[in-house]
Nanobody, 119 residues
Framework: QVQLVESGGGLVQAGGSLRLSCAASGRTFTDYTMAWYRQAPGKERDFVAVISWNSASTSYADSVKGRFTISRDNAKNRVYLQMNSLKPEDTAVYYC????????????WGQGTQVTVSS
């Protein structure tokens, strides 16, 4: 299985930017489709963005389109989430998720990193 560790969260003012990073270890990183999810207090965990193993395909939640960018560096076993024009409603714990790209339904999650956007 793959182990995932997120970093880069913090407190930022509305309109600011943050870059989240997720470091993967334990298995061949290019075997995995990678995604970011987020969970606000009292709410369900929601999809944010996903990227294919070779970065050829990305997809975003409507709420973050045009503001967030997902990317990966397979040489460094990392996936990133660049977040611009942050809004208070982006406040949540952000989680990195990996799933093998061979049709597996097993998801691997990191521990999460807190992002707080003040108004």
């Amino acid at each position: 299985q793959v182990q995932l560790v997120e970093s880069g969260g913090g407190l930022v003012q509305a309109g600011g930017s943050l870059r989240l990073s997720c470091a993967a270890s334990g298995r061949t990183f290019t075997d995995y489709t990678m995604a970011w999810y987020r969970q606000a207090p009292g709410k369900e965990r929601d999809f944010v963005a996903v990227i294919s193993w070779n970065s050829a395909s990305t997809s975003y939640a409507d709420s973050v389109k045009g503001r967030f960018t997902i990317s990966r560096d397979n040489a460094k076993n990392r996936v990133y989430l660049q977040m611009n024009s942050l809004k208070p409603e982006d406040t949540a714990v952000y989680y990195c998720k990996g799933r093998r790209a061979d049709g597996s339904t097993i998801d691997y999650w990191g521990q999460g990193t807190q992002v707080t956007v003040s108004s």
